[in-house]
T-cell receptor
Framework: DVKVTQSSRYLVKRTGEKVFLECVQD?????MFWYRQDPGLGLRLIYF???????EKGDIPEGYSVSREKKERFSLILESASTNQTSMYLC??????????????FGEGSRLTVL | GNSVTQMEGPVTLSEEAFLTINCTYT??????LFWYVQYPGEGLQLLLK?????DKGSNKGFEATYRKETTSFHLEKGSVQVSDSAVYFC???????????FGSGTQLTVLP
């Protein structure tokens, strides 16, 4: 069974802390994505990666960075967390073959609260 | 730009009621259209899709038809069940872009 695993389901951090959200997929997918999900706003793309060591900005990259050192792992980094980054973060992956067909596989999400 | 507008929720129905969740998209290019579903405590999963005009996607009793003339992709189900309670997201992807654009999501609650 295909799987996208996010390391933490729930995190509570303080303003100014550095936060790492980890995502691992076991499907040998080339493409990986980080979204945030907020009520009334749907999913918004933060960053994505189509290959190891490459990254591209999504719609709302400000305040975030990412790392893709290995094919199966895509990390989202909040260098200095702020309260407006309190949200649900969703990782997703897809294969190059379905890149244009829109079929993404999602993790269960990481709910981050910044105090 | 590319956007998706989805019916605002929440929607509350009784079991066996008919469901429609409206979705419209901007007519830029020839997008493929999708419905994703998020059950409580889970990530999103693909429910159905349609890649060209007049295509009908279907799965688990849900259907949606790609209507180019009205730029719509409304989700329907003839008889909902309690287990259909979830958040439903409409989404699009265009040939030139490689990322999905999602609607705001519609929370559906089905009461027994």
């Amino acid at each position: 069974d295909v799987k996208v695993t996010q390391s933490s389901r729930y995190l509570v951090k303080r303003t100014g802390e550095k936060v790492f959200l980890e995502c691992v997929q076991d499907m040998d997918h080339e493409n990986m994505f980080w979204y945030r999900q907020d009520p009334g706003l749907g999913l918004r793309l933060i960053y994505f990666s189509y290959d190891v060591k490459m990254k591209e900005k999504g719609d709302i990259p400000e305040g975030y960075s990412v790392s893709r050192e290995k094919k199966e792992r895509f990390s989202l980094i909040l260098e200095s967390a702020s309260t407006n980054q309190t949200s649900m973060y969703l990782c997703a992956s897809s294969s190059r073959g379905t890149q244009r067909t829109g079929e993404l596989f999602f993790g269960e999400g990481s709910r981050l609260t910044v105090l | 730009g590319n956007s998706v507008t989805q019916m605002e929720g929440p929607v509350t129905l009784s079991e066996e009621a008919f469901l429609t969740i409206n979705c419209t998209y901007t007519a830029t290019g020839y997008p493929s259209l999708f419905w994703y579903v998020q059950y409580p405590g889970e990530g999103l999963q693909l429910l159905l899709k349609a890649t060209k005009a007049d295509d009908k996607g279907s799965n688990k009793g849900f259907e949606a038809t790609y209507r180019k003339e009205t730029t719509s992709f409304h989700l329907e189900k003839g008889s909902v069940q309690v287990s259909d309670s979830a958040v439903y997201f409409c989404a699009r992807i265009s040939g030139s872009a490689r990322q999905l654009t999602f609607g705001s999501g519609t929370q559906l609650t089905v009461l027994p």
